[in-house]
């Protein structure tokens, strides 16, 4: 009885303290989201309180009509043109060549793995400028090519790495039977390493979605004209220094566009959870 | 006969392609601005496109990020064919060679100048040729609380001295608790003082100062510091550099960290109006100087330039040509770019300002215009390396880290490296 | 005849690319393309411009050593940005990963709120470093700003502009990398799930419970992991730009300055980009000198046997 009562007691305070720091971490959040809906000249005069006084819509309204006639529905929709392509094409090639740096070794993989590193290590800052003239001189300038192609050939490490580090901790007798089997290595990582790589291909997802969902520096490079803007460069557009700027409006769309990255967590971080567990691994 | 079949149809395409081509011109136009900017120029484009056939590709981005693209777009040889240009960084696209002089379009009438005055030409003359027609026309202004000031009983002027406003910066403090924003990082102040001294910032492209005119510079914060009636760098920290929302002026919670008055320029007046609290009434007046008229001047607010790679400048000048002059699209546009250029324009559209924009087209016309010298030439090369420093120094200073006679030394030597290079 | 030839033929392609060193190449071959076509190029032509003077609106001229000369002898904010990233990245980095894992830890249990939870907690990383972080930011930590308003509640009473002031501004920058831990929490999380259940099992049988077990089996099954991040995050911390960027700009009194702010601008806002490419470079032999040195110790702390 009293063990039971201790549990119980353990089982609330474990879910008080949870809620409350997750409370400290979305608080922010909270005050932009509910800016999103006080009117847009009072978000900063009444910054300190966080219930709008008056609620409106007129952010969403206003956001929602974008600029020059396009409107943010638009911007939403290329972004997950480039985000949807973008990522499928990291998963897939990042999957495959983490398999090949983590199980089949051949002369120069070491090379080919410590290159990989190094290209992380240039700030991207500095390679906008030679990368814009290069895909100029491809033809690609004012196209979603630079946003798209380059990542179906895992050019991120991050990604390849996260993958080869999960493959290492796929135990190898699994893949030593199936290939006294008869499986060929490319049989192996499709019926077995995959299955068993749901975790990290999730994580990848995750992870490469709001990346290239967040991203606006390659937009601003390479696509010129302003109906092909992604939304996380279309956002920018409410905020003008040199004149004045519609925090209210901005603040709308920023919650819009973090609405379909969270819908898109909650439904894939459910797979995290039953990844390797209801798979039966044996140790 | 396969051969054949497959060649006639390349050349049908081709042949569509080609009508489809001369049919049509085609311009890409990129500015930088806010959302009312925006929609009122494609509005512009809509119009101009209704009536010429000549269509548009928009490139619109906040000031920032437009100098970024605009950059890496001319390193590639594909600057926009018609693009908005500023006094900062134009000679730097002139003495690269990427920008088209319009001389020989208005000796042929292309450009049509009739209406515009010699002086606003000039502003956009650089190395013996005009790269950058300016398309509005406004003044630095110090912006302030009227509201504030009445309550306060203190009464200010046009065209004060350096000592004059000093004097109201005190008594604003010790009456109001306010403090004074003196132009922090508002670049054309420094040049606006120094003009005040006789020596205008730069001088063919260096530094046209010396020490004793920057150390009287740093030596204004230096004295605010001392008085306690600086608005300094923490305050700032907590709010978004330039904007007009958080400007210090308008925005903040009690009077240790707002300030009574915001230089900036003069067409700020109507966003500042709008994001100030109710009841708070702003108006304007000239920026303190030792000598207000030596150092006002009539600014070009922004140009409208050709890039010299453009396809189409025939037709690229047509547009700018429309832009500029005619008054159906300058209705629609509505001076949000400063006071239009051409006279006619001007009148015609005098009766569709709003009041506050009203108030900034007399404040100019009245009090600037006949209190004015020379217009600045546009910043040099490097000019955004020596705002910068000076930022620092400034900063510095508000800290109470730095006095104004080293400031003013490591400016001097630091100028003297960038411009030797 | 001729058939069974080609048969064999097909049968010995096929045994060849069915070889692993032959498969390992094949299976690279999306990133060797990658690499060629789309990273080298760019990254020599940076090498390339380190050497030149560019102002990007034209032509790079050959300028030798010049920039390298620079950075060492007229530039006063290459030690102090170097010093800033430096102290940035050893002290954000292992914060952010002990919060990280620490929480993972806590949100392994499963309950109906789970998922709730990990979303929760993963939110602020999902905004990423957008405008709209910047003005948060600079809000909580404002004068009159929530942090301030929560230490008063507490009966502390403060008037620090935290953001404003030389010695507690780095921290918020700290503080917003640890704040925005969800990438590096669901790594850890994912790996921990992918810790067998037999083990804890076999562990309880010997009598191993609570804390034991997480330094017995949890924690050195995790170190792949953990080095993982460590190198990631490492590399993210010196190259560590945007919070920077949108919230300080380097202010105040370059406390903030971080090496990559410094770089950009010089590039984009003095137009030398030359001489931005010369520190990039730079950066990369500190970074890569840096890695090495972690894959060095690897060896001597990292579970390699899988499990």
């Known amino acids: ?283 | 006969m396969k051969k054949a079949s497959v060649f006639f149809s390349l050349l049908l395409v081709m042949c569509l392609m080609c009508t489809a081509v001369m049919a049509e011109t085609h311009l890409n136009v990129a500015w930088w601005g806010n959302q009312v900017r925006n929609d009122s120029t494609q509005a512009v484009l809509d119009l101009y496109t209704k009536e010429t056939g000549t269509t548009f590709d928009v490139t619109m981005n906040s000031f920032g990020d437009y100098w970024t693209t605009l950059a890496t777009a001319s390193a590639g040889g594909q600057l926009p064919d018609v693009l908005q240009h500023s006094t900062a960084y134009i000679q730097q696209y002139v003495d690269n060679n990427l920008l088209l002089d319009l001389t020989p379009y208005v000796e042929s009438g292309a450009l049509d100048t009739a209406n515009i005055g010699e002086n606003i030409l000039d502003l956009g003359r650089m190395n013996g040729g005009l790269y950058g027609l300016c398309v509005g026309t406004n003044s630095m202004a110090c912006l302030y609380n009227k509201t504030l000031l009445k309550e306060a009983g203190i009464e200010i002027h046009d065209l004060m001295t350096m000592d004059e406003f000093m004097a109201v910066c005190r008594e604003v403090y010790e009456k109001t608790g306010y403090k004074t924003d003196l132009g922090y990082g508002t670049e054309s102040f420094f040049n606006y003082v120094t003009r005040g001294l006789g020596k205008p910032l730069f001088v063919d492209g260096k530094l046209g100062i010396g020490q004793e005119e920057a150390e009287y510079f740093y030596g204004l914060y230096e004295k605010a510091v001392q008085e306690g009636w600086l608005l300094g760098g923490d305050v700032f920290a907590s709010l978004v550099a330039g904007s007009v929302e958080q400007n210090p002026m308008v925005y903040g919670s009690s009077p240790e960290t707002m300030s009574w008055c915001a230089f900036n320029w003069s067409n700020q007046l109507k966003a500042m109006q709008a994001a100030a609290p109710e009841g708070v009434e702003l108006a304007l007046t000239t920026l303190p100087s030792p000598d207000p008229v030596k150092s006002g001047f009539v600014a070009c607010s922004m140009y409208f330039s050709i890039a010299a790679s453009t396809a189409n400048p025939d037709e690229s000048v047509r547009f700018l040509n429309y832009f500029v002059n005619s008054v159906e699209a300058n209705k629609i546009l509505l001076a949000e770019r400063g006071i239009p250029v051409s006279s006619v324009v001007g009148e015609a559209i005098a009766g569709d300002l709003d009041p506050l924009t009203q108030t900034v087209v007399a404040f100019v016309n009245n009090v600037v215009v006949p209190n004015s010298s020379e217009t600045p030439k546009p910043d040099p090369d490097g000019a955004s390396e020596i705002f910068a420093l000076s930022r620092e120094l400034v900063e510095q200073i508000s800290y109470g880290a730095l006095s104004a006679k080293d400031a003013a030394k490591t400016l001097i030597d630091t100028a003297n490296d960038v411009f030797s290079r | 005849m001729n058939s069974s030839v080609s048969h064999r033929q097909k049968r010995n392609l096929r045994e060849w690319l069915c070889r692993d060193s032959v498969a390992g190449v094949i299976c690279t071959m999306p990133f060797i393309i990658g690499l060629v076509f789309f990273l080298i190029v760019p990254m020599l032509l940076s090498g390339y411009y380190a050497f030149c003077d560019y102002n990007i609106l034209a032509p790079a001229k050959w300028a030798g050593l010049k920039n390298f000369a620079r950075m060492f002898t007229a530039d006063t904010k290459f030690f102090k940005s170097l010093e800033v990233t430096l102290f940035y990245a050893f002290v954000s980095v292992p914060l952010r990963l002990t919060f990280a894992l620490a929480v993972a830890m806590i949100l392994l249990r499963n309950s109906r709120l789970t998922g709730i939870y990990r979303a929760a907690y993963y939110l602020p990383s999902i905004i990423g470093g957008s405008v709209a972080v910047a003005i948060l930011w600079k809000r909580m930590f404002a004068i009159d700003g929530t942090f301030n308003a929560v230490l008063g509640m507490l009966g502390i009473e403060s008037r620090t502009a935290w953001l404003g002031n030389v010695s507690t501004a780095i921290w918020m920058l700290i503080l917003l990398s640890v704040w925005q831990f969800g990438s590096s929490m669901l790594i850890f999380l994912s790996s921990l799930k992918q810790i067998p259940q037999t083990l804890y099992e076999a562990a309880r049988v010997d009598g191993a419970i609570g804390i034991q077990q997480f330094f017995r089996i949890t924690l050195p099954l995790l170190t792949p992991t953990i080095f993982f991040n460590l190198v990631m995050q490492m590399i993210n911390g010196f190259l560590a730009f945007s919070q920077s960027y949108i919230i300080t700009q380097g202010k105040p009194m370059n406390s903030t300055l971080f090496y990559v702010v410094h770089m950009y601008q010089q590039g984009f806002e003095f137009f030398k980009a030359g001489y931005a490419s010369a520190l990039a470079w730079i950066m990369l032999l500190i970074i890569g000198a840096f890695t090495g040195f972690l894959f060095l110790t690897k060896r001597y702390w990292v579970y390699e046997g899988g499990a």
């Open chain 1, 1 to 283: 009885m009293s063990f039971k009562v201790q549990q119980m007691l353990r089982t609330v305070l474990y879910h008080l303290l949870v809620m409350l720091l997750g409370f400290v971490m979305i608080y922010p959040l909270l005050w932009m989201i509910m800016s999103s809906f006080k009117p847009t000249n009072t978000v900063f005069t009444t910054a300190g309180s966080l219930i709008p006084a008056t609620w409106t819509l007129d952010n969403y309204i206003n956001g929602l009509k974008g600029f020059g006639g396009i409107p943010f529905t638009t911007f939403f929709r290329n972004s997950f043109f480039i985000s949807v392509l973008a990522t499928a094409g990291t998963i897939v090639s990042s999957a495959i060549v983490a398999y090949a740096f983590s199980r089949l070794p051949y002369r120069g993989r070491g090379f080919l793995f410590a290159s990989m590193l190094v290209t992380m290590m240039l700030p991207a800052q500095v390679l906008m400028v030679p990368q814009y003239l290069w895909y100029n001189k491809l033809g690609w300038v004012n196209s979603y090519l630079p946003m798209i192609v380059p990542y179906c050939f895992a050019i991120q490490g991050f990604f390849v790495y996260l993958n080869v580090n999960f493959i290492n901790g796929i135990p190898k007798d699994l893949d030593e039977a199936a290939k006294i089997d008869g499986c060929s290595p490319y049989g192996i990582l499709f019926h077995i390493i995959t299955p068993l790589l749901t975790p990290a291909l999730i994580t990848s997802g995750i992870f490469s979605f709001i990346w290239r969902w967040d991203d606006f520096l390659s937009a601003l490079l390479y696509v010129r004209t302003s109906a092909m803007y992604p939304a996380s460069l279309a956002l920018k557009l409410f905020c003008d220094p040199g004149s004045s700027s519609d925090y209210g409006a901005m603040f709308a769309m920023s919650t819009l566009s973090i609405l379909p990255v969270l819908l898109i967590f909650i439904f894939l971080q459910k797979y995290l959870v039953d990844g390797i567990a209801s798979s039966g691994l044996k140790g």
